[in-house]
């Protein structure tokens, strides 16, 4: 007899991007922000660390839906905070998927959508990408839960948000569009959350807001239904230093446009930098760059490997394969650029 259910039985984990321990790497595989957080955020921590540790945090994080509502102009009660967005897509799928329900999702895209489905119990399908990099017209269909990143990792493509609102008004169940890389690039979902009670829209402060070690993101839906998810999920999911941090760092949006401003330069860079070295680079509205070549690309993620250089290697059956590059400080390109140029 197993002690486990069968689908934790026959899973598979998520597999995550290296995370060394030790100083020394040019860490460029997890799209980590290169640039610290708001100094706001960093004294926030400190006040909170100091006054706030030993009572149990707001269950709702009101101070950071309040901040949120304010610089993203929706309603607090549309706002769900979580234990960074991966807890937001645990949420939903623990809300909306029995056994027999179908979570679709496209392929290449984030590879945790399949993992929760999974973990669940449900039903998993992939669907591919227009050869345009849209998403047909029944996408949704028979799903009684779609997630969508846009942009998508680890392409770095974008689907312009009225197609998804489209999808949809379209659909019969709730379609996530997950905006963990959205602060790079020019649209969002956000104010179509309004239009339509089946979009739903996750977000995340690891990447853009340099909080990735404070574990912290949000969901936005429309209130009746972000009162159901507020019921599912852990009654303390964010921490009371983390929601004091969050809070700071989204209302501060001169460190916010600094950051974003540096990063968007450095991508443009680095596009055009692969491409003279023959990389085939995807136009990127992330803090990441898609590049792929004729020859194989597995030895040279090896070759910067063994340079203390750390780029996320991804192999799809269909699609071949690529390197997801994050764009990290300009110094850190200019070594992995270096280093390209060495073994090519
Ligand atoms: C990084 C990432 C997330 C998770 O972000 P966290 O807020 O750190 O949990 C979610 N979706 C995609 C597509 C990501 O790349």
Request: glycine letters at 6%; hydrophobic letters at 40%.
């Given at each position: 007899?197993?002690?486990?259910?069968?689908?934790?039985?026959?899973?598979s984990?998520?597999?995550?991007?290296?995370?060394?321990?030790?100083?020394?790497?040019?860490?460029?595989?997890?799209?980590?922000?290169?640039?610290?957080?708001?100094?706001?955020?960093?004294?926030?921590?400190?006040?909170?660390?100091?006054?706030?540790?030993?009572?149990?945090?707001?269950?709702?994080?009101?101070?950071?839906?309040?901040?949120a509502?304010?610089?993203?102009?929706?309603?607090?009660?549309?706002?769900?905070?979580?234990?960074?967005?991966?807890?937001?897509?645990?949420?939903?799928?623990?809300?909306c998927?029995?056994?027999?329900?179908?979570?679709?999702?496209?392929?290449?895209?984030?590879?945790?959508?399949?993992?929760?489905?999974?973990?669940?119990?449900?039903?998993f399908?992939?669907?591919?990408?227009?050869?345009g990099?849209?998403?047909?017209?029944?996408?949704?269909?028979?799903?009684?839960?779609?997630?969508?990143?846009?942009?998508?990792?680890?392409?770095?493509?974008?689907?312009?948000?009225?197609?998804?609102?489209?999808l949809a008004?379209?659909?019969?169940?709730?379609?996530v569009?997950?905006?963990?890389?959205?602060?790079?690039?020019d649209?969002?979902?956000?104010?179509?959350?309004?239009?339509?009670e089946?979009?739903?829209?996750?977000?995340?402060?690891s990447?853009?807001?340099?909080?990735?070690?404070?574990?912290?993101g949000?969901?936005?839906?429309?209130?009746?239904?972000?009162?159901?998810?507020?019921?599912?999920?852990?009654?303390?999911?964010?921490?009371?230093?983390?929601?004091?941090?969050?809070?700071?760092?989204?209302?501060?949006?001169?460190?916010?446009?600094?950051?974003?401003?540096k990063i968007?330069?450095t991508?443009?860079?680095?596009?055009?930098?692969?491409?003279d070295?023959?990389?085939d680079?995807?136009p990127?509205?992330?803090n990441?760059?898609?590049?792929?070549?004729?020859?194989?690309?597995?030895?040279?993620?090896?070759?910067?490997?063994?340079?203390?250089?750390?780029?996320?290697y991804?192999?799809?059956?269909?699609?071949?394969?690529?390197?997801?590059?994050?764009?990290?400080?300009?110094?850190?390109?200019?070594?992995?650029?270096?280093?390209?140029?060495?073994?090519?």
């Open positions: 007899m197993s002690y486990f259910r069968p689908n934790i039985e026959a899973l984990g998520y597999v995550p991007g290296e995370q060394p321990q030790t100083s020394g790497f040019v860490k460029l595989n997890t799209n980590e922000n290169p640039y610290p957080p708001s100094p706001k955020a960093l004294e926030a921590i400190r006040r909170a660390a100091s006054e706030r540790l030993r009572l149990y945090p707001d269950p709702v994080a009101t101070a950071f839906r309040n901040a509502s304010e610089a993203l102009g929706v309603p607090a009660d549309w706002i769900v905070a979580c234990n960074g967005s991966d807890d937001a897509l645990t949420i939903l799928t623990r809300a998927l029995s056994s027999d329900d179908l979570l679709v999702a496209p392929t290449p895209s984030y590879g945790l959508y399949r993992v929760l489905a999974d973990i669940q119990g449900c039903r399908e992939q669907r591919d990408w227009t050869p990099g849209g998403l047909s017209e029944d996408f949704c269909r028979g799903a009684k839960l779609a997630m969508v990143p846009n942009p998508n990792s680890p392409t770095g493509t974008m689907v312009r948000p009225e197609e998804l609102l489209e008004r379209r659909s019969e169940g709730l379609l569009v997950d905006e963990a890389y959205v602060d790079f690039a649209r969002s979902c956000v104010p179509l959350v309004a239009e339509c089946r979009l739903v829209v996750t977000r995340s402060l990447k853009s807001y340099a909080l990735a070690g404070a574990r912290f949000f969901l936005v839906a429309q209130p009746h239904l972000a009162a159901t998810f507020l019921k599912v999920k852990d009654s303390y999911n964010t921490d009371a230093v983390s929601i004091a941090a969050a809070a700071a760092a989204i209302l501060d949006r001169e460190h916010f446009e600094a950051t974003r401003a968007l330069a991508r443009r860079r680095l596009e055009g930098a692969l491409a070295l023959g990389f680079v995807t990127s509205h992330a990441f760059v898609w590049a792929r070549r004729k020859t194989p690309l597995e030895p040279v993620y090896r070759g910067l490997k063994d340079r203390n250089i750390l780029v996320r991804f192999r799809y059956e269909r699609h071949g394969e690529g390197l997801r590059i994050s764009v990290g400080t300009d110094s850190e390109i200019d070594q992995l650029l270096a280093a390209l140029r060495e073994m090519l």
